[in-house]
Nanobody, 115 residues
Framework: QVQLVEFGGGLVQAGGSLRVSCAAS????????MGWYRRTPGKQRELVAT???????NYADSVKGRFTISRDNAKNTVYLQMNSLKPEDTAVYYC?????????WGQGTQVTVSS
């Protein structure tokens, strides 16, 4: 089994920055993809950014140039640095780990951007 625990999140003004992190524990394979997804009320969960264990990254168009995803493989931790935040970034952010075609999810952390 895999457990994901998220840290960070909170309330920030538009234009501000915030960092969320997620630590994975349990049966972690060396090859995996970690990432962040988000969901707002009434909408489906959407991709924010992912990073493979090899360091390849993928971003949603809406966050490119503003968000940076990174990871520390030794700590099985993934980070999401969010800059130039907009009110439309307000959502619950979920950490994800995918390995061997199985998805694991964190409990979610609220990010609120005030205008």
């Amino acid at each position: 089994q895999v457990q994901l625990v998220e840290f960070g999140g909170g309330l920030v003004q538009a234009g501000g920055s915030l960092r969320v992190s997620c630590a994975a524990s349990g049966s972690i394979f060396r090859v995996n993809t970690m990432g962040w997804y988000r969901r707002t009320p009434g909408k489906q969960r959407e991709l924010v950014a992912t990073v493979t264990s090899g360091g390849s990254t993928n971003y949603a168009d809406s966050v490119k140039g503003r968000f940076t995803i990174s990871r520390d493989n030794a700590k099985n931790t993934v980070y999401l640095q969010m800059n130039s935040l907009k009110p439309e970034d307000t959502a619950v952010y979920y950490c994800n780990l995918q390995q061997v075609y199985i998805n694991y999810w964190g409990q979610g952390t609220q990010v609120t951007v005030s205008s």
